[in-house]
């Protein structure tokens, strides 16, 4: 993989530069280089290096899908719409829109959670 150093960024970012500083940033841990680069980036071309990022997740996405047989494609849908018909509103599937209050859990559901009144009440 091609780094970049801070010194090498320009006023006007070009799209290798774009590209290789998008790799960078989907590196995990976060390398230092990437952290001195965002130092010197504006606020402009950090939007740009996230917009390449984004391009290049979907590039890659596309890539596997293309590299799938009709059967592994056929599995995979198979397995997202089991997925999506079992899903449970009472699961956990990250914090995402998940309510934290009460009146959180009566606004999304139109109902207080099991072991409570209707006026919020623990039972």
């Known amino acids: 993989m091609k780094r970049m150093n801070p010194e090498d960024i320009t006023e006007y970012l070009n799209e290798i530069q774009l590209e290789i500083l998008a790799e960078m940033l989907d590196e995990i841990p976060t390398s230092k280089e990437w952290i001195e680069c965002h130092k010197k980036l504006s606020?402009?071309?950090l939007f740009k290096?996230?917009?390449k990022l984004g391009e290049l997740i979907d590039r890659?996405?596309?890539?596997r899908i293309n590299s799938m047989s009709k059967d592994d494609k056929e599995k995979d849908d198979e397995k997202w719409r089991l997925w999506y018909e079992n899903a449970d509103s009472?699961?956990?599937?990250?914090?995402?829109?998940?309510p934290v209050t009460l009146e959180?859990?009566?606004?999304?559901?139109?109902?207080y959670p099991v072991g409570y009144d209707?006026?919020?009440?623990k039972i």
């Open 43 to 45: 606020d402009e071309q």
């Open 49 to 51: 290096v996230h917009n």
């Open 60 to 63: 890659k996405e596309q890539q």
């Open 90 to 98: 009472n699961s956990f599937y990250g914090n995402m829109g998940q």
């Open 104 to 111: 959180d859990y009566k606004n999304r559901y139109g109902r």
């Open 118 to 121: 209707e006026n919020g009440n």
